[in-house]
């Protein structure tokens, strides 16, 4: 059962413009959703959260938008430079609801690769 | 920069053995976290620990799993027997005050199983 769903495997965008990597979940519970990025042999790498009661949030280049009805979230790199080239994972939890040390649900992951 | 450090980074081990995977959380973090990633699979949660017992566990963390907080910076996981199938990535993560802070992950210890 795929709680968080990454669809697209792979991306791939020219340095300079934008990524738009994106993530969609069914478990309606999930309040809290993180984006990591992994390059190979390391641990995941956090990049943004973004909890449910915002619609949207901003970090430099990075900025995660939530649309709750939708079940679907979205996280955005402006400009793209070829340092972002990795897998981006997008990860879930009740967190504000669960009480506890929940664990994190994981997308598959979208690997993007940035083109000079 | 505080960082969660894990070792070994790779683990050979035959079928059947028991394996003790260490991992050294962020000083101040309090919540901690085990997760496993086959290869060519998804990150998947194990369990959670928080005040000294176990807060959460997956399916996955079945009775060959067990993980301590053997003294005031290491956090484990054992494995009892291993099996061919627990060969995997094992991440180690820890997060701060409350639960809803955002866990930071080590960079991991390759488990392979013969």
């Known amino acids: 059962d795929q709680q968080v769903k990454q669809n697209s495997p792979s991306l791939s965008v020219q340095e300079g413009r934008i990524s738009i990597l994106n993530c969609d979940y069914t478990n309606s519970m999930f309040d809290y959703f993180l984006w990591y990025k992994k390059y190979p042999a390391e641990g995941p790498t956090f990049l943004i959260s973004?909890?449910?009661?915002?619609d949207k949030n901003e970090d430099g280049r990075f900025t995660v938008f939530l649309n709750k009805s939708a079940k679907h979230l979205s996280l955005h790199i402006v400009p793209s430079q070829p340092g972002d080239s990795a897998v981006y994972f997008c990860?879930?939890?009740?967190?504000?609801?669960?009480?506890?040390?929940?664990?994190?649900?994981f997308g598959k992951g979208t690997h993007l690769i940035i083109q000079p | 920069e505080p960082e969660v450090t894990q070792t070994p980074s790779h683990q050979v081990t035959q079928m059947g053995q028991e394996v003790i995977l260490r991992c050294v959380p962020i000083s101040n973090h309090l919540y901690f976290y085990w997760y496993r990633q086959i290869l060519g699979q998804k990150v998947e949660f194990l369990v959670s620990?928080?005040?000294?017992?176990?807060?959460?566990k997956s399916e996955i963390f079945d009775d060959q799993f067990s993980v301590e907080r053997p003294d005031g910076s290491n956090f484990t996981l054992k494995i009892r027997s291993t099996k061919l199938e627990d060969s995997a990535m094992y991440f180690c993560?820890?997060?701060?005050?409350?639960?809803?802070?955002?866990?930071?992950f080590g960079p991991g210890t390759r488990l392979t199983v013969l």
């Open positions: 993560a820890s997060s701060g005050a409350t639960s809803t802070d955002t866990q930071y």
């Open positions: 620990f928080y005040n000294n017992e176990i807060s959460e």
């Open positions: 990860a879930a939890s009740a967190a504000y609801s669960g009480g506890g040390a929940d664990g994190l649900t």
């Open positions: 973004i909890s449910s009661i915002k």
